[in-house]
């Protein structure tokens, strides 16, 4: 709360994300717009308070118009955004994990929407920090298949609190992509996709200067990943091979134009009826 109160977004979202990266409690998000009101509200209170004490006009009128900016704070956490559902896919190396942070906090309900990173979520199958490497057997596929279930499980669990979601992930395969699709049809969510890709030079000079990331992938896992074939690809495509700043100037466009990205779309379920 702290830190959002004080525009520091970008912190804010990361240690969120970086707590449900290890505890994976996300149903507990359910409750962070409550427990962020409240002490916005105990700030506002004691700020407020602190006003009676202070001598000077000039003085008491700031601490007067802090406190309303906490209440006001508080209020806001209380009626948060609707949840959204993103996905952003491409090969090793297009960015996807620099892109999703730069989006998260604008995402959604404070602090932002956690950032659900396969790499990470891989790494703490096996029960290693995201920067530890994995052997070769780690990336099999029947790995990598749960890795997948694990990611959509996550989303569903964050939606359902009423929380957004970033996936991050590469996402080749037709049957992951359209996995998400209908979780977010299920969950009744706007569900946006993008896919970033770059030519191969730059992949490979983003790859080799790496260092202490969560991604195994080298080069040579980048060009396997290149000669294999996506599939129908439904969702927005970005040109990755600009700055990061680039690519979040046309991601962020993209993502203002609402529900018209992403593959296949469907009817979300009449939550009344369903209820």
Known sequence: MDLVHRRLDHPAQRLLTSYLDVTWDDEGT???PLFLSCRAAIRAKVVGFSAQSEDQPEARALALQAAREYLERALGFLAPPPPRLIAIGGVSG???STLAAALAPEIGAAPGAVVLRSDVVRKKLF???PEEQLGPAAYCREVTRKVYHKLT???AILLQAG???IIDAVLLAPDERGALERLACEAGVMFQGLWLSAPADVLER???DRRSDA????VSVMRRQLGADPGLM???RLDAAGSPATIFTAARRGLAGGSDLGGAQCQPPNRRNSQ
């Open 30 to 32: 359910a409750l962070l």
């Open 94 to 96: 297009t960015g996807k």
């Open 127 to 129: 029960g290693k920090a």
């Open 153 to 155: 499980a996550r989303a």
């Open 163 to 165: 929380h957004s979601a």
């Open 206 to 208: 983003r790859i080799a």
């Open 215 to 218: 991604s195994d992938a080298d």
């Open 234 to 236: 439904a969702w927005r």
